[in-house]
């Protein structure tokens, strides 16, 4: 693409004191996300994937390398970018419109239009009819779409998302995987997705990052070419498996 990318990384390290001694979280760990892309970050456990979210999201700083945005060097990037963390964070004493208006809010945008236009993204979301319902009246998959809705509602071009699928049940997770994916493909922000699924990772994405197991560092750049729109029937097609087998591979499976 000629497009300057929204996010690349270069050359991040990250290390913890732990107990008197020091990990090394991630290491010389660079990646890119280009225009529009939806891309996915997989690895075992523990290998630095939320990590760098938080890094390029500007909650963490790194001990070595940079973060671009569009291609300037930004050490301030709070803000920048929307991020949803793994669990959905919803207020519980904010009903489900009050927590949708939390970012217009903070950023000082005007709440009637912010308000108009959570109202009519709500049906979109499958959420009309819970306005004024809190929370804990909500089951897991209408909390995260709630979850990403609040997310959209800050008008960012790149989103991160670290497993917000996780928690769920797998008939639910398949279900809301197509749908992410059919809000991705109306919005066309340009996503970063950590997820420890493979088959959701390739069904999702137009790329495929593997990190190694601690200290993190990226050890396939995989292009899934596969067209769109995806259906669910793709998945047992010999081009699917054959990615598949690729990043089983790369993680030693």
């Known amino acids: 693409m000629n ?10 390290a990250k290390s913890f ?10 290491h010389d760990t660079s990646l890119v996300a280009e225009v529009g892309q939806f891309v996915s970050l997989i690895g075992p456990s523990g290998c ?8 390029i999201s500007g909650l963490m700083r790194p001990d070595a390398g940079e973060v671009l945005l569009y291609g300037s060097p930004e050490n301030d990037r709070l803000g920048r970018v929307a991020y ?46 819970f306005e004024d319902s809190l929370p804990g009246r ?7 779409r709630a979850a990403l809705l609040r997310t959209l509602m800050c008008h960012q071009d790149v989103i991160l998302l670290d497993e917000p699928l996780g928690a769920l049940d797998a008939l639910t997770r398949r279900e809301m995987r197509s749908w992410l994916l059919d809000v991705w493909q109306s919005f066309r922000k340009t996503v970063i997705l950590v ?12 790329r495929v990052y593997v990190m190694s197991s601690r200290p993190g ?29 690729s990043l089983l591979e790369s993680l030693g499976v």
Do not use: C
Request: net charge negative.
């Open 17 to 26: 004191r732990v107990d008197g001694r020091v990990v090394e979280a991630l």
């Open 217 to 245: 560092t990226i050890t396939l750049d995989l292009d899934v070419d596969l067209s769109r729109p995806r259906t669910g029937e793709m998945i047992q097609e010999p081009q699917f498996l054959g990615y598949q087998r």
């Open 48 to 55: 630095g994937k939320s990590t760098l979210l938080n890094i």
């Open 195 to 206: 997820t420890h699924d493979i088959e959701e990772a390739i069904y999702l994405s137009d």
């Open 138 to 144: 909500l089951s897991g998959g209408m909390r995260q």
């Open 84 to 129: 949803m963390p793994q669990k959905d964070l919803l207020l519980p004493w904010r009903t489900l419109l009050e927590n949708l208006l939390l970012g217009p809010e903070i950023r000082g945008r005007d709440l009637a239009e912010a308000r108009a236009e959570a109202l009519d993204l709500m049906a979109r979301f499958g959420l009309s009819g």
């Open 3 to 12: 497009a300057i990318a929204p996010v690349e990384v270069r050359g991040i």
